[in-house]
């Protein structure tokens, strides 16, 4: 074994000590080679590749070859780009190779700040630019992605300003653990967490708030970044990439890039949008019947849960009816600034920007203010050292209103049509309500009272910071430290006004909370990089990663109003307050070694070996090891390089990849190692152990991860096409799982349960016309991923996310064989033959209170179309399709509609029918069972809707077609700028975002998220309840460079 | 080999680094809640805990029961029916505090002290566990015991009842030994204790009791009941109502209030029995309402309507699945039209006279309102000095010791006229239960000379057992289902070929997956066990949808 791994240590080292000593030759063409940073370049080749002769340049970079004029010289050097040049009739011929690092197109950023060139990477890891991203103008620049990336999926929670976006690279890998990927700014990662609404404290009444993270949105963290400050945006997926940030990156990683200051004069730039948005896609409600049930009219008729019924006889010819809807949703105005100031020289260059953001929403009172400063500088040392810093303010203010079921939304859609819900108030200032009585709580609010009287707000303070320093004290030797810092703090509350439908049992309820978020990490880095034998290129890295982090959650709760309009938690009554904390500091270490071999830029192996250690697998009662090991093989190889295959006119270049990783991931949450005990309100207070029962026993789940793919350039490189196949098996999965109170406990996380992701990821880029007045740049992207559980934890029959179940019975639920995106609901009962069994008393089905799944919300595809047109180099028009084929979207609100007598589905109520099935009559098994025969008139019979549909009905397999984006814009050309000495270039464009959709699906907007983001698993994207679509936005703006 | 010092060096070099390491990363402690709190922090949570199983399971096994039913007109309520609710974790609260509520606190406690040397802590902690064991298996039958809390495991074996009572009764057993023990320790228990201050005598008369309990369950089990046991534990136990385990709240927000308080309001659609009211009113003990024979405790226990014209002072009752016939006249009315009479005639709401609606919801503005129990701040008894009374009056009765068994039966009523009439400030300074003023001397002389109460000579099993009923309405549920179930509700009392539960009747129709059975059990927590032991119930028909009529172990002969 030592011997192994001697020869293992050995290798590489032996590598980096031989070395050819180059051999110079004296011929009539002479000059230096020097490489971008000015040093001479020893070694380089330089060919006459006409006579096929060759030299190396000396120790000073010096060469000389025989060669006549109009020959063609090649200089080339492993890590750089090859040049070529025609020998002039006289003089030297110096040349300058430029670093394959420093040409932008073939490098790009991988780890914790290390660039990696192109071809080197054995994974598909797509890139979008930053322009791109800020040019759609989206709050929350996560939407922006959206059909851009193949195998990236955001699902937004609601179309209002702050509303959080739920992003999935590849698949859903964790059955209730978080899943979205790591967010990398710089070299530093960076928080995207929601609030978690269990941290807060719910209402003292069963019938006031609970928290469930259903009833509010908090804003995903990562959406403070302003899009005009990201230069580049890479997208890991891949199994070596996610072995590069360990634990953290398990779900994939976002590597984000910031602008720098570009030397060279003084650049001012400034640029505007102002954005209308407006709401287009309303819910089909029928205008025909009146309140009522079984065709009599009874204004009074209400179901507790969702609100008015319409099953009365049909409104007086003269009624008037207010389209209560179209009146609600406000048509919305934006705005957003951002200036930046950029300069430098060749030594240092710093970027100063300022954005500002003023965010309004379409339901009144909605809104998102957000102001970002940020600054960046880089500069050299010495020759040798490098040290690059940068620093954001954000300072964010997000007005929301209430969300989900018993809110404005659906409120709205079961609001009498007959009765202009504008007037909400009352004279003395209490609620209007329509049913007599004088119980609030038994009536919704009124969508305007909802709006305008519970509010809720958060305010953000974050400073995120990042020092980079990097030393080459040898050729080659790279040190590079990475300190970050990422610190925020968030002031938030949900208020229920005390004449509220939730607020009244309460006489008021105030829920109020402080968030504070603290990052610290460091990394250390040496890198060793030698060539020899000029064809091995070796490159060593060791590094060490340390991060710790903690968040406090400070939130109180109070009920009973002094005040009733007043906003605070001093307005309560002191017995109704009470506090709670919810602290959690994780540490991480990470060790890890990466070497990477390249032979002649044609084959690159890679390996890395990682130790981490997570403080949430240490106890302090039981001895466990909190460190285990992973690591990733994989190679490249640019098969275009070899001889006989280069410079062929068709396939310019191909690049095949291998790649397999494993990578550990600790448990998502601290402190469910040890007993957990936890405060009780009870009499007598003291501490009882928490619904989880600890787990001594937790140890980290593996993810197996393997993708195969290539890159492929054709005709002069116009046409790529980048393929990757992948298996990504996740084993012992870690679940907070529900299980037999036997346990001593009611969840309690553990481990076991697989889960296999497989799918496959295409890029496609073309030039598909490059004429000199014309240009159209088209890439598709196209994914497809299958998720399947092919072992439960413990054998367990099934997991359920109990946050999900805000519809019916309704809820997210995996067992063996399913999706990690399954749905399951209530059925209706069969006999053994599968025919539906009817009430011989009432001629309905017959519910069972038997879970069946209902669908995956997983699409079969998912597609994006971004075609850009340039035209006359000064017009450009650009614009983003999104395709989703397939996967079932829960229409939850359809269903409401349909048990409320408010769809249009229920208009041909008076049609007699009968439901097809056999009598539950003791034959139902026999040879002969009793057909239905009973026949229903629904318009007499409205228990005919609440009985008739089971929730699997309203699971809609959905396709889309959906314009995310399209952009128009015209920059003013070069000889009228250049007539004025203000600005420097100038441009003005209009976008439009979410424009139209084409989908076969009967609700608002498919693309929705019944919770919030910081729910695990599959969360509730793909349950449509109670979120308002996102409405259309046009934006328009200039831009202007002085 | 030259290289072996280097890699001894290394190997150091990062021994080091890892152990640091380790010690940077072990930080998996919450910050917020001790992780090995005190015993006598923990043991207030599980006083507290106590009652919230059987309150919160007591708004459907009160119906089984008809201590109290459904109040409106024609409910056909499924629990009124003898039914339950599927898929749901209604009446699954008892499991939820046996094996998580308390469950694991116990053993944290027990193991704790044990370490520490704290027996009394031990031995209560044991004393609640074995309560706790008995209330489940009485309730649900067989249960998961032997393998309950064991690590590691995910799926429970149940074990029958009769393994269930004899590990009770080793808990008892192990129990009192720690209480024995705990004499030669410093005492800690009065920090923790909130009920009896750490007096080891009363928790030693509570794990008798238990035992007692126990040994009673046998009745009628031929050739394992011993009436002597019974009789001598019941002896043990409590010697008076100021031993009673009761446990008080202090009231001060919704979780530290009487789930049966105005406060909390869980009972607004609840009704008091006919049944209660012909037992309090005379009507069932001696054949008819008088003045005379109308019980002092009936105005302290039941409400009166507004009309006081039915006779017995207008306390009225409703039967199950049928309801108050008057129950939605909730308007206002012309004094003296039809429908303002029968408004008066409404069953009185539990928290007071004369009123049809909780008077104080969410408000502890009034912390005096409500009635006997159900008060935000009144206690919740558990197991009291009358009910050890009456066990030991029916086992007496049952051995053919008359005068034991009458002596037991006077005790066990004037016990629960002291239980109405205690003062419970001194039990952290909870609400009086009686009505106004306690109930005189001469009105209960004149209740104990009045039929309601037997001579000796008089005796019978009817007796003692329905004035055990009245003794334990409102709080003894389970106590009294267990009665019920012994006598199967409508056995025959032979000495007068009548119910020994007189005038109980079941509703008119069972819900319908009884297949027409009484219930006898409560299928165990839904979320708990249908979902994640399914396999396990299968084994003895636990998923059968009548599973909750299969008779008990206990009162099968």
Redesign the interface.
Known sequence: M?KIL?LFFAFPLLLLVLSMPAIAQERNVSGTVVSDDGSSMPGVTVTNLKTNTRTKTNDAGYYSINASAGDQLGFTFVGFVEQKFIVPASGLVNIKLVSAENELDNVIVTGYGVKRNKRELAYQAPTVKGEDIAQTRRDNFLNALAGRVPGLTVTSSSGLPGASAQIVLRGATSMSGNNQPLFVVDGVPLDNNGLNQESLIAA??TNAVGFANRNSDYTNRIADINPEDIEEVVILKGPEATALYGSDGASGAIVITTRKGVSGKARVSYDNAFRMDQVYRFPNIQTRFARGTNGIYNPEAYSATYGFRYFGPEYAENTQLFDNIQNFFQNSFSQQHNLSLEAGNAESSYRFSAGYLDSRGVVANTGLNRLTLRISAQTKLNKNMKISSSWSYILSDNDKVPKGAGTYYNNLITYPKDIDARNFVNSNGTRKIIKNTVDFATEFDNPYWDVNRNSSNDKTNRLTGNVNFSADPLKWLNLTTIIGIDNYSTEGYYLTHPDSRYGF???GFISTYVQNYQNLNGLARATFKKTIAEKFNNTLSASFY?ESGKRSIYAQKGEQFYEKEFISINNTQP??Q?AK?????I???RMFANYTLGYNNILYLNFSAIRE?????????FDK???FNYGSASASFVFTDLKGLKDNKVLNYGKLRLSYATSGKAPYA??V???????????????????F?SNP?LRPETTRNFEVGGEFQFLKKRLSFDIAYYILNTKDQIVSN?????????LKF?NGGVVENKGIEIQLKALAVQKKNFNWDVTVNFDKNRSTVKKMP?????YYDSDTWVFGAVRSEVSVGTSVGNLVGFAFRRNDAGQLLISPTTGLPLNT?TYVNIGDRTPDFKMGIINSFTFFENLNLSFNIDIRKGGIVFNGNEAMMILTGTSTKTLDRLQPRVIDGVLLDGLENSATPTKNNITIVPYYRNDYYDGAFAEGDFAEEVNWLRMRDITLSYRLPQKWVKRQKVFRNASVFVTGTDLFMITNYSGMDPNVNALNSSTGGFGGSGIDYGAIPNPRGINFGIKAQF | MKHTYKIVLLAAFFSMAMSSCKKYLNINSDPDTPQNPSNSSVFPAMLSGIPRGVQYDARYMSKYVQNLLSSANGNNDTWDRHGYLAGSDASGDIWRQTYFGLGNNLNYIIDNGIQKGQSDYVGASLVLKALMFQMTTDYHGDIIFREAFKENTYYFKYDSQLVVYQGVDSICRLADAYLTKSASETLTLGIGDFVYNGDISKWKKLNYAILAKNFHRFTNKAGMYNADSVIKYCDLAMGSVNDDFVIPFDATKNDDASFYGTYRNNLTSFRQSNFIVKLLDGTSLTGSSTPATIDPRISHMLSASQDLTNGNGGYRGVDPAIGDPFSALTGVYTVGSANWINARKRVGIVWGDSIYANPSAANFSATTTGKYLFKDKAVMPVISYTEMQFIKAEAAFRKGDFGTAHTAYLAGINGHFDFINRNYGAVRGNSTIFNGSPISTASRNSYLASANVRSQAQLRITDIMLQKYIALWGWGFLETWVDLRRFHYLDLDPATGQQVYVNFAFPTSFFPNNLNKPVQRVRPRFNSEYIWNLEELKRFGGDQTDYHTYEMWFSKP
Do not use: W
Request: charged share 15%.
């Open positions: 030592r001697r003292s009444n049992a309460t006489k340390v017995l109704t009470a904390l919810t602290r959690s500091e540490r991480k270490i250690g997570n403080s949430t697998l240490a106890s302090a009662y090891v909190p460190f601290s402190y190692i040890d007993p957990q005990f936890a405060p009780q309100v009870t009499t007598g207070g003291g501490y009882a152990l928490n619904v029962s026993d529900r299980l037999s109170y036997g346990t001593g406990g009611v553990i413990a054998d367990l029959p099934l209170p």
